[in-house]
């Protein structure tokens, strides 16, 4: 409900207009980057269906990032399908689905394709998808900065970029975005 409006108004150019919560979406919640997409979506296809719709494509866009990232750390592509599928109906992954529409849903192939590309060393991928990733929603970033921690606990220098980067999206949005366009 509260999202579908704002989708609708973005979609009409009253860019995060909502009248439920706040004026602005943005004042709520920091993100820009899973209204604009969906808004650009609906508007070509203007239905509450194609916004529900998105969420299932996001998601099984997640999987294949999930099933490739595990076959690259695993080897074995029977277990890795298996832990796919054991994923995919991982009770989180299906109440997201069943219920309303969830800007979160945005941050799941974003993380894991940024995961992979990090894997194989493809870092301007990897800080491009981390990057969105930290505009689905203010808090995303934290995980962001955490894995940045973690990769230079693993010797992997390009953790102090995600790290930098999730933690100064994460405390700009929340500390002055917000409170700024509320």
Known sequence: GLEAQVIKNTANFEFFKSGVEVDNYLGDHFSPVPILISAF?????PSDITILSLQVILIIIGLIGFYKLANLKL???KLSLV???VLALAP??????????HPIVYAFPFLIWAIFFNEKNMYRYSILLF??????????GIFVGLFGIVSLLN???????????GFS????????LIPAIR
């Open 41 to 45: 979506i609906y508007k070509l296809l």
């Open 75 to 77: 080897g074995n592509p």
């Open 83 to 85: 832990l796919t599928i």
């Open 92 to 101: 989180g992954v299906q109440g997201v689905l069943l219920y309303d529409y």
């Open 131 to 140: 990057l969105l990733a930290c505009l689905v929603k203010e808090d995303v």
């Open 155 to 165: 010797k992997n220098k390009v953790g102090l970029v995600y790290a930098f980067m």
């Open 169 to 176: 999206i994460t405390t700009l949005a929340i500390q002055f």
